[in-house]
């Protein structure tokens, strides 16, 4: 079946430090791979994609390289602010469907 | 451009009484339509998700019914809540098989009393 398994929160990092939120995932066929973004009391918000192996999405300084032998897609930003604090979920889309993990909460301070 | 609305963003209601919780989506037409359901501090669960209208897809059999009255509508119902109903609920849009990405609502802050 499908799933997204994703690293454990919640982190808490200061200002202009590096992040890393793992994300592997089991998908049946060549699923699509996303990272959303949740703000306080807020609907998601798409932050990035890739739809096919290799392919790097990025946007506002987030990067996740979509990784078919290692089935990851691992959330990474050089420097972190505070306005990032926030929970990411990492997902998949499959048929209709998408399956999110548990998401991370993120927390930095300055 | 599209925009989702979801109704009420916050809902108080006592045990045992009814649920209706209202989703529409503008700017696009045939969209495939999801609740989610988020526990406190937890991620999200699918509830539902419809292809078309009439067209109610199940993941988690509860107290809980989804319906699709028109395209760009989608209602989430309950004939008698109970406490685990209380949650952050989201409704959601996409498109395409496999949809290339999805788009959520603000959500409804549902605490059953």
């Known amino acids: 079946g499908n799933s997204v398994t994703q690293m454990e929160g919640p982190v808490t990092l200061s200002e202009e430090a590096f992040l890393t939120i793992n994300c592997t995932y089991t998908a049946t066929g060549y699923p699509s791979l996303f990272w959303y973004v949740q703000y306080p009391g807020e609907g998601l918000q798409l932050l990035l994609k890739a739809t096919k192996a290799d392919d790097k999405g990025s946007n506002k300084g987030f990067e996740a390289t979509y990784r078919k032998e290692t089935t990851s897609f691992h959330l990474e930003k050089g420097s972190v602010q505070v306005s990032d604090s926030a929970v990411y979920f990492c997902?998949?889309?499959?048929?209709?469907?998408?399956?999110f993990g548990t998401g991370t909460s993120l927390t930095v301070i300055p | 451009s599209q925009t989702i609305h979801q109704w009420p963003a916050t809902l108080v209601q006592p045990v045992g009484s009814p649920l209706s919780l209202e989703c529409t989506v503008e700017?696009?037409?045939?969209?495939?339509l999801y609740w989610y359901r988020q526990a406190a501090g937890r991620g999200l669960q699918l509830l539902f998700y419809s292809v078309g209208i009439g067209q109610i897809s199940s993941e988690v059999p509860q107290n809980l019914s989804a319906s699709r009255p028109q395209d760009r509508q989608f209602i989430l119902s309950s004939k008698k809540l109970l406490l685990s109903d209380s949650g952050f609920y989201l409704c959601?849009?996409?498109?395409?098989?496999?949809?290339?990405?999805?788009?959520f609502g603000p959500g409804t802050r549902l605490t059953v009393t």
């Open positions: 959601a849009w996409g498109r395409g098989d496999p949809p290339n990405e999805q788009y």
């Open positions: 997902a998949l889309a499959s048929g209709n469907q998408f399956y």
């Open positions: 700017g696009t037409s045939n969209p495939n």
